[in-house]
């Protein structure tokens, strides 16, 4: 069954934002919406995961919890989900630090 995916993508190679372009639409620069299978859904995600490099992606995409969806992240970043008791939270890292509790 297909659904609805959200991508942003952030300093990826030109082919890469192709290969996104064939399936999804870039409603702006490296934000990329369509609705696609499960399988499709994954094979985009492993092309923006080997080529993530020095950028950055976050994949947002419908899941039965209950916020109604799950991420996923590659590349550097300064925001990192994490897990709370089943609900996803956003901890911020310093640049000159490590994690920050987000509690």
Do not use: K
């Not at 942003?8 to 919406?33: C, M, N, Q």
């Not at 947002?60 to 939270?89: K, V």
């Amino acid at each position: 069954m297909s659904s609805m995916i959200v991508i942003s993508a952030t300093a990826i190679p030109d082919h890469l934002r192709g290969a996104l372009t064939r399936w999804l639409l870039e409603v702006t620069p490296e934000l990329y919406v369509g609705t696609v299978s499960a399988r499709v859904r994954d094979e985009l995600w492993a092309s923006v995961v080997g080529c993530a490099e020095d950028g950055m992606a976050v994949l947002a995409y419908p899941a039965d919890n209950e916020q109604g969806f799950e991420l996923r992240t590659a590349g550097s970043r300064r925001r990192e989900p994490i897990d709370f008791d089943g609900l996803t939270l956003i901890a911020f890292r310093r640049e000159s630090q490590g994690m920050v509790n987000p509690l």
